[in-house]
């Protein structure tokens, strides 16, 4: 017997992305950003979450989709991880989506491009397909690992260069 789960649903552009929901641990209003200088282009800024600094990921930008107006009330899904929170903007929260793990049909294999290496799978809905994303692989190598946030690093001035 197949493992029933629930996906977290969202809109990004035109496509519809999924999320298992047990890594999702909030839904967030569009929250104030401060930007990052010389961050990657995927990174949108940080946020504060209740005192924890969280990353933001543009998901249309990581994703690598075309890009577009991201409405000015774009959500963000906040995914827990084992090096802390990341925050994904995405255009519009849909609903959550029961299936069986066995529902979840395989990528084709003429899909190439970034976003293959992000997908786990397809799932049928009755009237499109729900695209269902590894969390693990949309924030790999964007969340700061738990050593560097525990001793930051920063350019040491000695009183005799100044």
Known sequence: MSAFRQLCSFRVGDHLFGLDIERVQEILLPPPLTRVPGAPPEVAGLLNLRGQIVPAIDLRRRLDLPDGTAPADAPHVVLRGDDGAVSLRVDAIGDIIPFEQS??????????????????????????????LSADAVVDGLAPTSSASASPSFPVISQESR
């Open 103 to 132: 529902d979840l049909a395989p990528l084709p294999d003429n899909l190439r491009g970034p976003l293959r290496s992000l997908l786990l799978g397809v799932h049928a809905l009755p009237d499109r397909l729900l695209l269902v």
